[in-house]
């Protein structure tokens, strides 16, 4: 709503672009979960991302901690291959740890595992994680490019993206936790030395010129934690100016 001034679309002078005029928007609503049983409340997940890619539309999911993007990934199964892009203080890459495989530190892990994913790149790495080095190691060995905040900001937002396979699909996957904790403070496991909204901006920017982005998810906004509501405030911006961006230059073309 903060951002609904009454006339269509959002007008950007420094693209001379309105992006969203003319996306039609839908909310589906929830996923039914059962509390405590993740498997039955990632099946709802991917039910509803299976409706979604059925009626045309481009899915943007909303969470939830990471671990619902495992369900988002699966949704993607026969129709083709895609490449994730994450962005991410974490690289959420453990295979098991106390039985747990299915949560918010293992969805890179199961993604990788899926056969129409053809490859990762996880941008935005830093700090403590609960993946150990051999979750790196194991990431490489499938070809995951693993890059930092600092290390992108050596390289340049261009340079970057060139790693990044081109004219295939991607699927974008955004924890909120990739931001610097100044500006998105909402969070579960806030990790310093993260991006900055143009940052992470042009990387989706270039993202829709350099492929078809087909799905999109951006989760770990805890609202208990957002006392300002500012990274709620950060999560609406990315994500309306992702939309519009993928809405006009996919044309149409999604799957
Ligand atoms: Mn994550």
Same mark, same amino acid.
């Given at each position: 709503m903060l951002f609904s001034f009454g006339h269509?679309?959002?007008?950007?002078?420094?693209?001379?672009?309105?992006?969203?005029?003319?996306?039609? #928007?839908?909310?589906?609503?929830?996923?039914?979960?059962?509390?405590?049983?993740?498997?039955?409340?990632?099946?709802?997940?991917?039910?509803?991302?299976?409706? #979604? &890619?059925?009626?045309?539309?481009? +899915?943007?999911? &909303?969470?939830?901690?990471?671990?619902?993007? #495992? +369900?988002?990934?699966?949704?993607?199964?026969?129709?083709?291959?895609?490449?994730?892009?994450?962005i991410?203080?974490?690289?959420?890459?453990?295979?098991?740890?106390?039985?747990?495989?299915?949560?918010?530190?293992?969805?890179?892990?199961?993604?990788?595992?899926?056969?129409?994913?053809?490859?990762?790149?996880?941008?935005?790495?830093?700090?403590?994680?609960?993946?150990?080095?051999?979750?790196?190691?194991?990431?490489?060995?499938l070809g995951s490019d693993i890059?930092?905040?600092?290390? #992108?900001?050596? &390289?340049?937002v261009d340079a970057v993206l060139d790693r990044v396979p081109a004219g295939v699909d991607y699927y974008l996957t955004i924890d909120i936790d990739g931001f610097d904790p100044s500006i998105a403070p909402g969070t579960g496991t806030p990790s310093h030395g993260g991006f900055l909204y143009y940052e992470v901006l042009e990387l989706i920017d270039g993202l829709t010129k350099r492929g078809c982005v087909v799905g999109i998810d951006l989760v770990e906004v805890a609202p208990d934690y957002d006392h300002s509501g500012m990274t709620a405030?950060?999560?609406?911006?990315i994500l309306l100016n992702a939309i519009g961006r993928v809405a006009l230059r996919s044309g149409g073309n999604q799957r």
């Open positions: 269509a679309g959002a007008y950007d002078h420094e693209d001379d672009v309105t992006y969203l005029d003319g996306v039609r #928007i839908v909310d589906i609503g929830d996923a039914d979960i059962v509390h405590t049983d993740t498997e039955r409340s990632h099946l709802a997940i991917e039910e509803g991302v299976r409706a #979604i &890619l059925a009626a045309g539309a481009l +899915p943007v999911v &909303l969470g939830g901690d990471h671990s619902v993007n #495992i +369900p988002c990934i699966r949704a993607f199964a026969g129709r083709g291959p895609i490449h994730i892009v994450q991410d203080a974490h690289l959420d890459f453990v295979d098991e740890r106390h039985g747990v495989r299915h949560g918010h530190g293992n969805p890179m892990r199961r993604a990788a595992e899926q056969d129409h994913v053809t490859g990762l790149s996880q941008f935005g790495i830093r700090n403590v994680s609960s993946t150990a080095k051999e979750g790196y190691v194991a990431a490489r060995a890059l930092s905040v600092r290390q #992108i900001r050596k &390289l340049g405030i950060l999560a609406a911006q």
